[in-house]
């Protein structure tokens, strides 16, 4: 398992490890509990983030 997975957003590290409980696949971590599910609405964010990421970044590109 990667931090972030580019091709299979759901196996990221990132999302997994937060996951509560069962939703957990990859065990617990010391951080608790932060995405209740995968509907959860900050997991999907991110996971939106990692799913569609910006093609051909620039360090010149800014956040509006």
């Known amino acids: 398992l990667s931090f972030i997975d580019m091709n299979q957003p ?4 990132l999302l997994l490890e937060p996951l509560t409980g069962s ?3 990859v065990g617990s971590h010391g951080g608790g509990d932060i995405f209740i599910s995968t509907g ?3 997991y999907l ?9 910006i ?3 620039s ?3 800014s956040i509006q």
């Open 10 to 13: 759901e196996a990221s590290l």
């Open 23 to 25: 939703y957990a696949p």
């Open 40 to 42: 959860d609405e900050n």
């Open 45 to 53: 964010l991110l996971y939106q983030w990692i799913a569609n990421p």
């Open 55 to 57: 093609a051909n970044p």
């Open 59 to 61: 360090i010149n590109d």
